[in-house]
Nanobody, 122 residues
Framework: EVQLVESGGGLVQPGGSLRLSCAAS????????MSWVRQAPGKGLEWVSA????????SYADSVKGRFTISRDNAKNTLYLQMNSLKPEDTAVYYC???????????????WGQGTQVTVSS
């Protein structure tokens, strides 16, 4: 059974940092691209970042470029999102999602985690 379990969310002040983790199990993690997607209160899903299976290729939404860093540890079956210089508009539930291939294909996710809440507020 595929499982994706996010952790690391919380309340942080503007300008602060958080690191999200997504522990994966039930599939060969190193074979698949992964993504972070968020949903702000009252809004739709927003793609945040993606990484290919080997970790050598990453991409970011313009809204987080230069502030967020996606990475993965295939030995630990874990996906990360380092978030720096956080803004109130980054407040959202953050989900990790698995692609069905080793490289990202727009919106072609086959599994999602349960999400972790990130709140940026003073």
């Amino acid at each position: 059974e595929v499982q994706l379990v996010e952790s690391g969310g919380g309340l942080v002040q503007p300008g602060g940092s958080l690191r999200l983790s997504c522990a994966a199990s039930g599939f060969t993690f190193s074979s698949y691209a992964m993504s972070w997607v968020r949903q702000a209160p009252g809004k739709g899903l927003e793609w945040v970042s993606a990484i290919n299976s080997g970790g050598g290729s990453t991409s970011y939404a313009d809204s987080v470029k230069g502030r967020f860093t996606i990475s993965r540890d295939n030995a630990k079956n874990t996906l990360y999102l380092q978030m720096n210089s956080l803004k109130p508009e980054d407040t959202a539930v953050y989900y990790c999602a698995k692609y069905g291939l080793g490289y990202p294909v727009t919106d072609e996710y086959d599994y999602w985690g349960q999400g972790t809440q990130v709140t940026v507020s003073s």
